[in-house]
């Protein structure tokens, strides 16, 4: 990559088809970090000719989503109260607003020889390709347009036939480039289809329409994905055509599954609107999209904004596919998550336990209900969240992690007795365990503790014949945090009154 001697402009040109894919975040992404570090400007362009995909409320969506994020953009369009508004001296920066410039370029081409219209029709067009299937040929189109005489042509438009336009690719030689991840990249011009510039509707395909507004805005390099690769020989085509230096490319490597298939747009957990949804977090999602491809060091895994921006290298991104591995990502959530203050725990899990049903406001200020009727304050939920935060990867997982505090746990008996202890047994012991409680004055989980194993101690019982029931008691559950904590979190009369009701679960 050579070092640029201007400055360096980049863009995210998603179309608005749908939800962000984590690949397209990625890419914009590495354009934020890339501008960066070289102190450029990185903008975005919104590709919306491609009208049959184009979905309503699809740019506002991109642009809510990337603001969450935090990956902020220097010029283009910008969600203000709602509504798009641009900024920068190169708009528009929405191609559909810019079919005008498109047309007037493609036209010249055409006068040029360098593009030609084509009045084949659709039926034309699928015998085309049928005959090319059957002879086991590539399926490009046959240049008949192309070899039109004047008349022919001139007969055909006059008729006003339907017509494209379509790039004059040389039908001998190589189009090379240079990629910055993946060295040069040769195509023989055999390969290559007249691909179509400008449709019968006046809009422009991507060819077109990318390779004009990269000119036109100056773009310094284009970093976008891998399966642009075979598109980028036209792409160079339409440079020499119009007499244009092309930018530098760098192709990113694809996503895969686990598995090493292609992580498809359509599969639920690509979309970013995804993950976010299910309580991961901005600073997690940045963090491992960040190192799909990539890591500027073999020592570690946690990187800020800032320190991935002063550290991004293109040509340290890898050229083979990158794994979406979600264990890696829940790993880097709970250690987002174990950054989070008790308070900030508790404002990020709130819209997760209001959504199950398990806590609603209160009619006073930082008062909660839960599911049971309890009201809980601040204080308690951060307090008892606190007591799972670990167990975690994600958000959305906090309402089951923590439903035994906000309704009533109706454990099996058997799984109440300890090894091999008879319910008799067991009932004894909670029954003895329920009469030392109630004589407890003070019930914070460090003295609760201390005092009740002093006591199993001076009963000569072990500890797991009442700890063991006492927890599944008070959770219904085999893992859980200490039963002094969770005692201590749910108070005295709760914590007495699930023993209690456990004894009679025991007595049936």
Request: glycine residues 6%; hydrophobic residues 40%; proline residues 5%.
């Amino acid at each position: 990559m050579t070092t640029p001697d201007k400055l360096v402009r980049v863009r995210f040109a998603p179309s608005p088809t749908g939800s962000l894919h984590i690949g397209n975040l990625r890419t914009a992404l590495y354009n934020r970090l890339f501008a960066n570090r070289h102190q450029g400007t990185f903008y975005i362009r919104i590709e919306d000719t491609d009208r049959t995909r184009f979905v309503p409320g699809g740019t506002e969506e991109l642009l809510r989503v990337l603001g969450i994020l935090g990956i902020a953009h220097d010029e283009g369009p910008f969600l203000v109260n709602g509504k798009i508004k641009e900024r920068g001296k190169y708009g528009p920066y929405i191609q559909s607003a810019r079919l005008a410039i498109y047309q007037k370029h493609a036209a010249e081409l055409a006068e040029r020889g360098a593009a030609y219209y084509c009045l084949c029709t659709s039926e034309e067009l699928e015998a085309s390709r049928q005959n090319a299937m059957s002879r086991g040929e590539p399926i490009i189109y046959d240049r008949r347009c192309r070899r039109l005489s004047d008349a022919e042509r001139k007969k055909k438009i006059s008729a006003d036939v339907p017509r494209v336009i379509r790039l004059a690719v040389p039908e001998s030689g190589q189009t090379s480039f240079n990629d910055t991840i993946r060295g040069t990249i040769t195509f023989s011009n055999r390969e290559l289809d007249d691909a179509i510039l400008l449709k019968s509707d006046g809009y422009p395909t991507y060819h077109l329409a990318s390779v004009i507004d990269d000119h036109l805005m100056e773009t310094t390099h284009v970093i976008r994905g891998e399966e642009w690769i075979s598109s980028t020989p036209k792409h160079i085509l339409l440079y020499e055509a119009f007499g244009w230096t092309p930018p530098e490319f760098a192709h990113l490597p694809l996503l895969l599954n686990p598995d090493r298939s292609k992580l498809s747009k359509r599969q639920a957990d690509a979309a970013v609107e995804d993950y976010l949804g299910r309580g991961y977090l901005p600073e997690a999602l940045i963090n491992f999209v960040a190192l799909l491809g990539s890591n500027p060091s073999a020592d570690r895994e946690i990187y800020s904004l800032d320190e991935l921006s002063r550290l991004f290298d293109l040509r340290k991104i890898n050229s083979t596919g990158a794994a979406v591995n979600t264990e890696k990502l829940n790993w880097l959530n709970r250690h987002y998550l174990r950054l989070a203050s008790p308070k900030e725990f508790l404002q990020l899990s709130l819209p997760y336990l209001n959504t199950a049903g398990l806590l609603v406001a209160g009619k006073k200020a930082g008062e909660w209900v839960g599911a049971d009727g309890r009201r809980w304050r601040d204080t308690e939920l951060q307090n008892m969240l606190k007591l799972e935060k670990e167990r975690v990867s994600a958000l959305s997982e906090v309402p089951e992690a923590v439903a035994y505090f906000f309704k009533p746990v109706k454990p099996e008996a058997k799984l109440l007795c300890w090894k091999k202890f008879s319910s008799k047994e067991t009932r004894e012991r909670l029954t003895a365990l329920n009469n030392f409680l109630a004589r407890q004055k003070v019930f914070s989980d460090a003295v609760l503790e201390s005092a009740t194993k002093d006591w199993i101690r001076a009963q000569g019982w072990g500890n797991g014949e009442v700890l063991w029931p006492m927890r599944v008691a008070l959770t219904g559950r085999e893992a859980s945090p200490s039963p002094f904590e969770v005692a201590a979190v749910l108070d005295k009369d709760a914590t007495i009154d699930r023993i209690n009701h456990a004894i009679q679960l025991l007595s049936e």
